[in-house]
Structure formats: C-alpha cells, structure tokens
C-alpha cells in the first residue's frame, strides 16, 4: 500500500477487483480482500519535518493469491483480459508488482 499518498490518509484496509474475462466476454469479478487483508503500514510516529516524507517507515509489498480455479465460469485457456478495477471504495492508493498465473 502507498502509505504517502493523500488516498490512504483514512488508514484503513484497501480493497478492489480482479477481473477476468475471456474471448467470450464471460467475466468473473473477485473482491481481492477475500484473500488478503491489504493493511495500511505502520503509523506516521517517526515523521520528520517535511510532509509526505516518513523516516523510519518502509512500502512492505503484500502477497495476494486467488486460486484461478475461484474464476468460476471464464475459460481460463482463452483469456482477453485481466483487469483490476478500483469500484470497492471511494479511495486508495496501492502498488503492484510481479503479477503472475500459475497453473
């Protein structure tokens, strides 16, 4: 999570979805906390005099693994898209890194 933007200023969990849709257009559509809680990082005791910078906090990446099989309904051998849609909350900033399918 982006603990430095405005966007998680709430300190709450974040959530959305990932989406599947194959050739089709059939579509399938998880809400990702269901599988992992995506919490905000540790508070912001340890700040220094210019906003937006925290000493002492680091972005830690957490893991999110959706078995492929819970993308009931889409043919997992003939994907169009993968998608993550922002529609669970009103704001939140994440990152995102090394997305991978693993059969």
Known sequence: MNYL?????????KTFSA???DTAGAAKSLD????ATLIFPPSREY???ISGVFAGQKTILQTVRIPLGD???VNLTSVRAVRFDF???DK???FMNHIAFVK
């Open 32 to 35: 990702v906390s269901k599988y």
């Open 19 to 21: 989406v599947i849709v």
């Open 87 to 89: 529609d669970l909350q």
């Open 5 to 13: 933007s405005n966007n998680n200023n709430d300190r709450k969990p």
């Open 71 to 73: 993308f009931a309904g």
């Open 47 to 49: 700040a220094i005099g």
């Open 92 to 94: 939140g900033a994440v």
